[in-house]
């Protein structure tokens, strides 16, 4: 079974930049069906979705942070990563490295969220 | 971008009860890119229905979802203890993933 580890400070002051590293083991970034997402919870609230890559390098970033969002993949070491720029507060939050299954069918595309790392908190403070 | 309106934003039931979710889109969503998760506290959303009325592997059957179009509801039947929870909607649609605010289904 696919597993997924978020890896990263757990503190960057403000105006930095976030970096996290999401490794995954039990299967491949390089599989054909699958993206790899970046999804985030502010403590207590809900969640937002970051983006996503494919293992070609292709990326799909949420608008609302394309700006500052920078996510690749190493299929190498069979990680992918998340940056962040310019942080402010209102970037703390649980970071969560996800993979979403895609695939087609019966003329239907489908796009789900099936497996989830265990999340990592990130505090933005000085 | 569509919203997900999510409600009620808690659910105060006993076990054995039914829970019923609402979810409704500002717009139409495909019926294939509608899913839910269910989130305890501490841990990470788990993925409980994609297409809107398929349970993922390992789900019980009383766990089920419909709907189409701007609304979708997930049912829970006969509500175990294991069952208070977090539980959100989710779409895909013009390339962007959206969340429901989610409602908590809380013990009575």
């Known amino acids: 079974q696919v597993q997924l580890q978020e890896s990263g400070p757990g503190l960057v002051k403000p105006s930095e930049t976030l970096s996290l590293t999401c490794t995954v083991s039990?299967?491949?970034?390089?599989?054909?069906?699958?993206?790899w997402s970046w999804i985030r919870q502010p403590p207590g609230k809900g969640l937002e979705w970051i983006g996503y890559?494919?293992?070609?390098?292709?990326?799909n970033y949420n608008p609302s942070l394309k700006s500052r969002v920078t996510i690749s993949v190493d299929t190498s070491k069979n990680q992918f990563s998340l940056r962040l720029s310019s942080v402010t507060a209102a970037d703390t939050a649980v970071y969560y490295c996800?993979?979403?299954?895609?695939?087609?069918?019966?003329?239907?595309?489908?796009?789900?969220?099936?497996?989830w790392g265990q999340g990592t908190l990130v505090t933005v403070s000085s | 971008e569509i919203v997900l309106t999510q409600s009620p934003g808690t659910l105060s039931l006993s076990p054995g009860d039914t829970a019923t979710l609402s979810c409704r889109a500002s717009q139409s969503v495909s019926s294939s890119d509608l899913a839910w998760y269910q989130q305890k506290p501490g841990q990470a959303p788990r993925l409980l229905i994609y297409g809107a009325s398929s349970r993922a592997t390992g789900i019980p059957d009383r766990f089920s979802g419909s709907g189409s179009g701007t609304d979708f509801t997930l049912t829970i039947s006969r509500l175990e203890p294991e069952d208070f929870a977090v539980y959100y909607c989710q779409q895909y649609g013009s390339s962007l993933f959206t969340f429901g605010g989610g409602t908590k289904v809380e013990i009575k």
């Open positions: 996800v993979r979403m299954y895609y695939y087609h069918s019966s003329g239907y595309y489908y796009h789900h969220h099936d497996f």
């Open positions: 039990g299967g491949s970034v390089s599989s054909a069906s699958y993206y």
């Open positions: 890559i494919y293992y070609s390098g292709s990326t």
